[in-house]
């Protein structure tokens, strides 16, 4: 069964301050892995997506890496703010070829930033 | 890029009742997604909407208890239907390919 676990569940620091979010996957075929931040009371919304081939990708201050041999993401925030308070999801598509979503999402990691 | 709207962005129902969440996308799609995400979860898959066609479910999900319409490549409707107090959650329209993803800002119900 298709799986993404993320970890810590929650994290709290203070604001400048840098963190790491961790997301281990079994998902196979792997086409692609996002990582999502998700405001409360919003949709998500998508900061980085990896194809197989990608180590690293890097959208401003967040920066996700990408090890598809040990199937294991980090998506790294550098100082921090606290609009960074939020939920961070880790999402995994499996190369299905069409019909479902062929998706499988993490439980996500509640960052908060203190000031 | 696609920019999803939802209807209501949240509402409280009453048990036994029924809501009808509302999902518009700002073009043309073929597939448009419901999910739920229920406090603390992630999210889990209701049923695929394809424009001319029935909903697929996905395991756990019934069309009596979520019947969705599609009746144009940019509007889908879910209804929650005889809610319970376990119906209580968020409810996301998703559109997506390949390699993007886009979700509305989710319809927060509470079932009291």
């Known amino acids: 069964k298709n799986q993404v676990e993320q970890s810590p569940q929650s994290l709290i620091i203070l604001e400048g301050k840098n963190c790491t979010l961790q997301c281990n996957y079994t998902v196979s075929p792997f086409s692609n892995l996002r990582w999502y931040k998700q405001d409360t009371g919003r949709g998500p919304v998508s900061l980085t997506i990896?194809?197989?081939?990608?180590n690293t990708k890097s959208n401003g201050r967040y920066t996700a890496t990408l090890d598809a041999d040990t199937k294991q993401s980090s998506l790294h925030i550098t100082a921090s703010q606290l609009s960074d308070s939020a939920s961070y999801i880790c999402?995994?598509?499996?190369?299905?070829?069409?019909?479902?979503?062929?998706?499988?999402f993490g439980k996500g990691t509640h960052l908060i930033i203190q000031p | 890029s696609a920019v999803i709207s939802q209807k209501p962005s949240r509402d409280i129902c009453q048990r036994g009742t029924s809501l009808t969440i509302q999902c518009q996308v700002d073009?043309?799609?073929?597939?448009m997604f419901w999910y739920r995400q229920q406090p603390g979860q992630s999210l889990t898959l209701i049923a695929t909407a394809n424009q001319g066609s029935e909903a697929t479910y996905e395991s756990g999900f019934v069309i009596d208890k979520f019947p969705i319409s599609r009746p144009n490549l940019t509007f889908s409707t879910l209804t929650v239907s005889n809610m319970s107090p376990e119906d209580s959650s968020i409810y996301l329209c998703?559109?997506?390919?390949?390699?993007?993803?886009?979700f509305g800002p989710g319809t927060r119900l509470t079932v009291t």
């Open positions: 990896m194809t197989f081939s990608e």
């Open positions: 073009s043309q799609v073929t597939m």
């Open positions: 998703s559109v997506g390919w390949d390699y993007e993803q886009y």
């Open positions: 999402v995994v598509r499996e190369y299905s070829g069409g019909g479902a979503d062929g998706l499988t």
